[in-house]
């Protein structure tokens, strides 16, 4: 007979509700604190709203009014070394980690507005402006929020895109022998997102300490969540990855405060990640100042439901109940809130010469210099300073033939000896005695601890390192096993990682290593074959770099674990099984950024290649000698490290330019290549740059269709030829 055993969750699963005894008990202070907090932040949000309304705010201003309940009640039990990101929607967990970052309470009384609370304010609302005064100087304004110092680490306009770097900052806390917590805010729409449930999964696996804190305020911009998900209970995803996870009603600040009270004890003693889901409700639309039943949306009844079980008209109430403070003391401590936002405001705006009676508009003295507009979308190498830089042909030590996959795996292994802060991450990176191709064999024999095997999620585990990087205690090196793959981890890569200098205002280092193999030519199809080289270097805040031989791996490796960028070292798997001149035992120099290679010289010429193609066309040129020409290993690929010198000499020589590649025409790094040549050195050229590539096709299965879509030796061969006769 079949029977049916009611399963039960490994991690508990609660709801945890307040009681008129709870308020009557609950410590004087945490009320005025959270009452004070509450209609501060209150207070800022009306006034970004009116300035939204007078035009004076440029983008959206998506204000948490109604949802600070949940800001104050979750923050207060944090300390500043403790962590919080956010969403697009997080103005008030930003003001709540900032101010209490700031605060010195008084026992007995509601906090007050100091001179470094009002700068808090001041600096918010001048980056909401998009001003240069503000926290991220501009750059961020109302969705990127960052203020590192306070352990606000950065609010975010990708939803769930900042959660699986909160794990990379929890992995941080916890390997650096610390007992901080890491907090990530994200509303309902955000617990659909794969990012999301994967970072979940990661953090349970790991025991990391991160709260995954969800604002479930009803809606996306008008979807209701019964519309979006079966189950509207949001934090029952959490016994599903074995996170304890609490559910509150968002509105009772007390509640929160309890259940993140609880949370965090949960995390400090080291048990692992938590969920905490919050029942909240936003009093506007989406953006601005309208409520959201003014587009239909949401009723009027529903609103008006909602506004009657305010968060702080709750904390007011039970603090003129309990005699704490008189109703007129609350109001007057509003008023002062309200008076310093329009004395910020004051200050930060001007009449309009001939405009309206009371138009204003924004100081123009106050605007970010737009000379600014692209400093800082990457660091100015000042890291590297006092490095010791060895080319081959200057090299002091013993060198010998070195087989391409061996000094991979030696510099990984020798740095690590000299770096505890480098880790190193991925997919089967901790098994296999070394990974799929034998790249983390001398970390894993070495350092077996910092070689960290990942579940199949490369948008939690990139995101995580990305993280980390951002924290900067530790130093990621993440490696995807296909280059493919990072179209599955693009968020993570190309709008959090690569823009994070830049968009939280040029002075965050990101030292953040990502290694991926290009697999072209080895029957792994479609999508397990491309070069990733000329979508990479759209990215402007990423290196990229193309080790062609034994030697130039170990200097420009080193290289990119010494910068404070974000490198993306790109690998051929067609060179681990090569052998070439590399180093015998020092492991230690490094190779310049933005030094190519002219691996050949002549005068009729200039070829230009990287990776395992500048094999193919040396090769090429040996079988037509009746071309000289100078060929160029770029080393560098991104905009900003190119070696134009290097480049331009050539071609003042060769007049002529052969770019060559073995992928895809449509993803071509040579296409922006040949198009910036052409405009920088017109004048030399006596032809256009002519180009190979591979097909317009990826790669498929099939041995002769797959090579008839790359490019090798042969194509070059008849490329050269045909430039010869010309």
Not at 112 to 136: K, M, N, S
Not at 237 to 261: E, K, N, Y
Not at 499 to 516: N, Y
Request: glycine fraction near 12%; charge should be negative.
């Amino acid at each position: 007979m079949t029977t049916h055993t009611d399963l039960v969750p490994g991690a508990p699963w609660v709801e945890l509700t307040t009681g008129a005894r709870d308020w009557s008990e609950a410590d004087p202070d945490v009320l005025l604190q959270l009452l004070g907090r509450a209609q501060w932040i209150r207070s800022f949000e009306e006034y970004v709203l009116e300035l939204a309304g007078q035009g004076l705010i440029h983008g959206p201003a998506h204000s948490s009014v109604g949802q600070e309940g949940g800001a104050v009640g979750s923050i207060l039990p944090l300390r500043s070394d403790d962590f919080v990101n956010g969403s697009h929607r997080g103005h008030h967990q930003f003001l709540a980690k900032a101010v209490g970052h700031v605060l010195q309470p008084k026992p007995g009384a509601l906090p007050e507005i100091t001179p470094e609370v009002h700068e808090v304010f001041r600096r918010t609302l001048a980056e909401i402006c998009g001003l240069a005064d503000g926290f991220c100087r501009g750059r961020g304004g109302s969705m990127h929020l960052q203020w590192r110092e306070a352990g606000a680490m950065g609010t975010n306009a990708i939803v769930g895109g900042g959660v699986p770097q909160a794990a990379g900052f929890a992995w941080n806390m916890k390997h650096a022998g610390t007992d901080a917590v890491s907090v990530t805010y994200f509303g309902d729409g955000a617990v659909n997102i794969g990012s999301v449930l994967e970072t979940f999964n990661l953090a349970a696996a790991w025991k990391l300490p991160v709260c995954f804190f969800i604002e479930n305020n009803q809606y996306a911009v008008s979807t209701p969540v019964a519309k979006a998900t079966a189950e509207t209970r949001l934090s029952a995803r959490g016994p599903g990855f074995g996170i304890p996870s609490w559910r509150v009603d968002g509105m009772d600040a007390l509640a929160v405060h309890t259940a993140m009270t609880e949370a965090v004890g949960h995390m400090r003693a080291g048990h692992g990640p938590t969920i905490i889901e919050a029942d909240l409700y936003r009093y506007y639309h989406q953006n601005g100042a309208f409520p959201g039943s003014a587009f239909g949306y949401r009723s009027k009844a529903e609103e008006k439901a909602w506004r009657e079980r305010d968060a702080i008209d709750q904390l007011r109430a039970a603090v003129v109940e309990r005699g704490l403070l008189t109703a007129e003391a609350i109001d007057a401590a509003k008023a002062e809130a309200d008076a310093v936002m329009s004395g910020i405001g004051d200050g930060l705006l001007e009449p309009v010469a001939g405009g309206k009676p009371g138009q204003r508009r924004i100081r123009a003295d106050l605007w970010p210099d737009t000379g600014f507009v692209d400093v800082g979308v990457r660091g100015d190498l000042s890291e590297l300073d006092g490095l010791r830089f060895e080319d081959q042909d200057e090299f002091t030590g013993e060198l010998g033939e070195r087989r391409f996959i061996d000094v991979v795996s030696d510099v990984m292994g020798r740095r690590m000896e000299t770096d505890s802060r480098i880790v190193v991450m991925g997919e089967d990176v901790d098994g296999l005695k070394g990974g799929t191709n034998g790249a983390t064999k001398r970390a894993l024999e070495l350092f077996p601890d910092r070689v960290l095997g990942t579940p199949i999620s490369e948008n939690a585990f990139a995101g995580l390192g990305g993280g980390m990087a951002l924290d900067g205690r530790f130093h990621p090196v993440v490696e995807f096993m296909y280059a493919d793959f990072m179209w599955v981890a693009a968020d993570q890569l190309f709008n959090q990682i690569a823009k994070a200098r830049h968009m939280f205002g040029g002075e965050s280092a990101v030292p953040f290593v990502l290694r991926s193999k290009l697999a072209a030519g080895t029957g792994y199809g479609s999508q397990h074959s491309m070069d990733p080289a000329g979508i990479l270097t759209t990215a402007p805040g990423l290196r990229v770099v193309a080790p062609s031989t034994p030697y130039d791996y170990v200097g420009l490796m080193n290289t990119a674990l010494a910068c404070e960028d974000p490198v993306v070292v790109l690998e051929h798997v067609d060179l681990y099984t090569s052998t070439g001149v590399g180093p015998v035992e020092d492991l230690d120099y490094h190779l310049p950024v933005g030094k190519a290679a002219v691996r050949r010289e002549g005068s009729d010429l200039t070829v230009i290649s990287y990776l395992s193609m500048v094999g193919h066309c040396l090769e090429a040129l040996d079988q037509v000698p009746e071309l000289s020409a100078d060929l160029i290993d770029l080393r560098w690929l991104d905009r900003a490290s190119l070696d134009w010198a290097t480049i331009e000499e050539s071609v003042r020589k060769t007049n002529r330019v052969l770019l060559v590649e073995q992928g895809a025409i449509g993803t071509s790094y040579g296409g922006w290549l040949a198009d910036e040549i052409q405009r920088r050195l017109f004048d030399w050229l006596d032809a256009p740059v002519e180009r190979v590539t591979g097909a317009e096709a990826s790669p498929s299965i099939s041995k002769v269709l797959e090579r008839a879509a790359i490019a090798k030796t042969d194509e070059v061969v008849t490329a050269l030829r045909r430039i010869a006769a010309e």
